[in-house]
């Protein structure tokens, strides 16, 4: 009798030790498993670690920001070998501000401006010491025109902007009837620039 109880003793012992086993080996498995994602259905889709890497590395691609180069913003216009160059450009005025739909019965005026949107400073320089040749208000609803015409010199100017610097040249140009308009600004710089400006008078 005794003898039945040691083998049973012994064999219950064994038993627990090889599920002891089982379940560390359990353990040690799932923690070497990588997290899998499911399908529409809930299946589980196994996934190579090359295909991890590189939708990481594609993700890391989107989310990169092109750097602009040295001495330039995202504003400023360039020349034909990337530089940064002086902006020139018109507007439009009424007793509010800038306008290009512009109240009815306000005083407008027409201005012409030269400014450095670069990170560094830039220099302006013509043979005339003038920034605007002319202005000229197209009135497209009557087909009629006005020309503001400016007097210059032929000496040569220069002027240093510092970034953000702003040069403008404003004309008054009264009250103007109810219609659609082109402001037309013909600069004195070396290349004789000429900028436009669409707008209405309502």
Do not use: W
Not at 90 to 119: F, H, K, M, Q
Not at 179 to 191: C, H, K, Q
Request: charge should be negative; include cysteine.
């Amino acid at each position: 009798m005794k003898r039945h109880q040691s083998q049973f003793i012994a064999y219950s012992f064994s038993s627990v030790r090889l599920v002891s086993l089982l379940l560390s080996l359990m353990i040690i498995s799932c923690g070497n498993e990588d997290v899998l994602p499911q399908t529409s259905r809930g299946e589980v889709t196994p996934r190579t670690r090359a295909e991890s890497t590189e939708t990481n590395d594609s993700q890391g691609l989107e989310n990169q920001e092109t750097s602009m180069p040295e001495g330039s913003s995202d504003l400023a216009p360039r020349d034909e070998d990337g530089n940064c160059i002086l902006n020139l450009r018109a507007e439009v005025r009424d007793e509010s501000g800038p306008c290009e739909s512009c109240n009815a019965g306000d005083y407008i005026t027409v201005v012409g401006i030269l400014e450095n949107l670069c990170t560094t400073s830039l220099t302006y320089t013509s043979d005339l010491d003038c920034l605007v040749l002319e202005f000229n208000i197209l009135n497209i609803t009557a087909g009629s025109s006005s020309e503001y015409p400016m007097t210059c010199g032929n000496e040569t100017h220069t002027e240093d902007l510092t970034r953000g610097a702003t040069i403008e040249k404003t004309r008054p140009a009264g009250r103007l009837s109810a219609g659609s308009y082109t402001l037309s600004v013909n600069f004195g710089d070396s290349e004789r620039t000429q900028k436009e400006l669409a707008f209405i008078v309502e």
